[in-house]
Structure formats: C-alpha cells, structure tokens
C-alpha cells in the first residue's frame, strides 16, 4: 500500500446492498461489513484523526433499514447512511491512537446484525497551525485598543480544532472559542501608566473576560495560539513590539481635514487644556482603523466627549477596499457612542449630492439635501454663518468658500445656524448648516453637528474659539 494521508476511504465495489423487497424465505439477522475491511498503516503512514467511512449490509430474507455505529460498542447511534465523516479524539498528551469502529445493520424486521463488523482505525493527530494576520491588526501603536486577527486551520480537519490561547507579556493564557478570527484588547485603567489587566472583546458589546500582563505606556507582545481536541498545541505566533498609549483626557479628537488639522488643533488648545488626538488622514488615511467597529468603538467609549470633523475627502480601507469619508467610515461607532449616553460635536461637509444610502443621514440628523447645493458659495459677511441659538456666535468669512453643505434637518433638532449662500447662483433650497440634539427628558445637548469648514470662518478667529468654547465646556457640561 502507497503511503497517503487521505482523510476518508470509500468501497471500490458495493455488492448486494439489499435483497429487493419481496417475499421472505425466512427471518434471518443481517450481516454487516466495513469497507474496507482491515487498514494496516503505522508509524508516519497513520491517518489523520478526521477520517471517513464507508460501510454496507446483506440481508437474505429481507432489506437493510438501517444501521447502528459505536466508538465503545456500548453506546449506539442510528443513521440510515451508508458513510459519514468522524473526528477521532486521541488522549491528551499522546500523539497516536488504535480507535476501534463497530457497526452493525438492521433489517426490515428489526433485527440486529449480532455480529458487528469491527475496524481499527490507526490515526496519529497533527497540531494545529495559526497565524496572525499582521495587515489587519493593530500595529505599532494604539491609543487604549488594539484589534488582533489570526487565521488557523488543523491538517486533521476543521472539526478537530477546538480554539485559541492568547497572552500579553508574562501574563497567563487565556482561552478564546473557535469561532473567533479577531479580539480587541483595552486596558482595565485606561488612565494607568506602567502594568494593569486587559479586558478582551469580541465585539465592541461583547467582553469575553479580563487578562494581566498589559504594559500601558510601553511595548507589548502579544502571543497566539491554537490547539485541538487532542490538546496539541500549534507553535506560537507572536505581534511585538505593540505601544499602548493611554488616555490623558476626557476628550477624544479625530483629525479627518488634511489641510486644516493644525488649524483645529491649534484653536482647541486655546479653549481646551489637554486632549487626545488621532490623525486619521495621514498617509492617505492609511493609519484609520481596517475595522472601525469594534477598535475605534472600544476607544472612543473610553471617553466622555467626542470631537471628529471631516473634509470632503475621501479615504481607501484596507478592509472593504472602498473608499469613503472619515465620517461616513466612523458613523456607525459615533452612533454608537452617542447612543452610550455620550457627547459628540461634529463639524464635516461634504460633496453634494451624497448617496441616498450614506449611513450619514440618520448620523447627522439630515432629512434632505438639495441637489443644486453642489460647489455653493458662501458670501463674505461677518454673519455668514447666523447664530439660531444663544450661546452660538454669528460666525464670518472674507472670501467665498465652498465648504459648506447645507440640509434640511429632521423635525427632531434643533437648528443653530444657518447659511448665507452667493445669491446669484438662483439656489432656493434649505439653509441649516448647524443643528443640536437635546435629551427630552432633561435638556442636556449630546450631538452638534455644524456643516461647514472653521477654517473658512476667517473674519474673526476668536468667534471660532468661542464656539469651541461654548460646545465643548458649556454644552457639554452635565
């Protein structure tokens, strides 16, 4: 016999499967045989521990209705197939294993082969394999969460892996079920700087428990591993070389304007002491999360206040090799934060006329763009931008800027400014620019979103400032 390590075997020939259905000449039991019949195999020549079988019954006075099958002759299974694929366990901490299969027929009448065929299946268990997928995961640095990926199969079969162990540093295993491919880690104090626990997701919901050894503020490793249902384990894969930064504020800021990120930074600190901030455009947007929910989910709920703002540009994802906005990219994890009781100021706009679909529309409160508002200027006024609302300055400009887009908003908001567009465009559509959301039962503002570029609102900086002010530290305040 050649050396394989086929994983099933299957008759050459099935003879006299069942006598035709007819009148009996008596009422003998049937006979059962095991295709083949012997497999005689050893050392490396062994099976994997997934193997298939094939098996067939005679009966002389009748016809075969089914057949039993056992690993201990002792507990039965019935089935009506003539084969079927099983996964071999071998003891744990051995390699190889001599399993014996018993099945027996049944006939028409009920009766049981008395005698039932016998095979001794020498199989010899492979470990597993996994690799981590060094694309997708977090690298080189993470702010509060970094989100692993693995790939893993068994040579045994798919049905002989039974899950994954991870670790941090020295800290100890920890066990991951089978149907994961991904986890994201966040430290137990976010604020901590040296060693505390890690908490592990699968979903930006779903914590599937604490681990130790996280260094914040420093390199990690982090270590993978898979094993079987033997309990062989894979050799390890490992991400190195991973700083955990942590959280410094209770402001959270994603940079999503190119040409103005400076710009943004720079009129925040006038107005806000110390804040976190991403640069989710830089490299061509190559440092935004491959998955936004759960990484940029788990870190932004992190944080009490939310301050993302966006250019019409859009950004390639190494996950969906689409490309999009930031903000359309993030909407569903700022939906999320906001739904989490959280408060988030919004500044982006966009070229007109967005898709119908963009996950933008419920985000932002539009009901309605008007598709003449493409390329719309603003006019230089010191009120260009009019305040709806006390607390909201009129805000101006000295050129005739393009970066606004104005909505209609839902019934649900509140507007706080409007636009004042170059009248000889003939454009008669919706003016909002700015809206806020207030919680009904208590009048606390948790989303302000403004469609227009601060960069632009250039007759007087200081009216910039003192809407970051009053947003951030008055609105915000509860």
Not at 300 to 306: F, G, S, V
Not at 325 to 344: M, P, R, T, Y
Not at 363 to 383: T, Y
């Amino acid at each position: 016999m050649k050396k394989t390590h086929f994983l099933f075997f299957t008759a050459l020939v099935f003879v006299a499967l069942s006598c035709k259905k007819g009148e009996k000449i008596g009422n003998g039991a049937p006979e059962t045989i095991i295709t083949p019949k012997a497999i005689n195999l050893s050392g490396e020549q062994r099976l994997k521990s997934t193997v298939r079988l094939s098996w067939f019954g005679l009966d002389s006075d009748g016809y075969i209705e089914g057949y039993e099958y056992s690993k201990d002759e002792k507990n039965w299974n019935y089935t009506t197939n003539t084969d079927s694929t099983f996964v071999f366990i071998i003891e744990a901490g051995q390699d190889t294993a001599d399993i014996n299969f018993w099945v027996r027929a049944i006939d028409n009448d009920g009766n049981t082969d008395p005698t039932p065929a016998k095979l001794t299946v020498p199989i010899k268990n492979t470990p597993p394999n996994i690799t981590l997928n060094k694309t997708l995961s977090t690298s080189d640095t993470a702010l509060l969460v970094a989100t692993v990926f693995w790939e893993a199969d068994d040579p045994d079969g798919a049905d002989n892996l039974k899950g994954y162990e991870i670790k941090i540093n020295d800290g100890a295993w920890f066990d991951l079920p089978k149907n994961l491919d991904n986890i994201s880690i966040t430290p137990s104090n976010p604020e901590a700087n040296g060693a505390t626990g890690a908490n592990i997701y699968s979903t930006s919901d779903k914590k599937l428990g604490e681990i130790g050894g996280l260094i914040m503020e420093d390199t990690n490793s982090i270590f993978i591993r898979s094993y079987d249902l033997s309990l062989s384990y894979s050799e390890l894969d490992t991400l190195s070389g991973l700083y955990f930064k942590g959280k410094k504020s209770d402001l959270l800021v994603i940079g999503g304007d190119r040409d103005r990120n400076n710009f943004y930074k720079g009129r925040l600190a006038n107005v806000y002491t110390q804040f976190d901030y991403i640069d989710y455009t830089a490299n061509d947007g190559a440092s935004q999360p491959t998955f936004w929910n759960p990484t940029f989910t788990l870190m932004a709920l992190q944080y009490d206040k939310l301050f993302i703002y966006s250019d019409k540009t859009t950004y390639p994802n190494d996950n969906t090799k689409k490309e999009s906005l930031i903000l359309e990219a993030a909407a569903e994890s700022v939906q999320e934060f906001i739904d989490q009781g959280k408060k988030a100021f919004i500044i982006g706009y966009f070229e007109n006329p967005l898709d119908s679909n963009s996950n933008l529309f419920p985000l932002l409160n539009i009901a309605r763009i008007d598709n003449s508002s493409k390329a719309l200027l603003l006019e230089p006024f010191p009120n260009t931008l009019t305040s709806k609302e006390a607390g909201y300055p009129d805000l101006g400009t000295i050129s005739f800027p393009s970066t606004a887009s104005p909505f209609e908003k839902t019934s649900d908001v509140i507007e706080i400014y409007a636009g004042r567009f170059d009248g000889t465009s003939g454009y008669n559509g919706p003016t909002t620019v700015g809206i806020k959301k207030q919680n009904e039962a208590n009048g606390n503002t948790y989303q302000v979103y403004i469609a227009a570029s601060m960069a632009d609102m250039n007759a007087d900086y200081s009216k910039v400032d003192s809407l970051f002010n009053h947003v951030l530290n008055v609105e915000f305040d509860w």
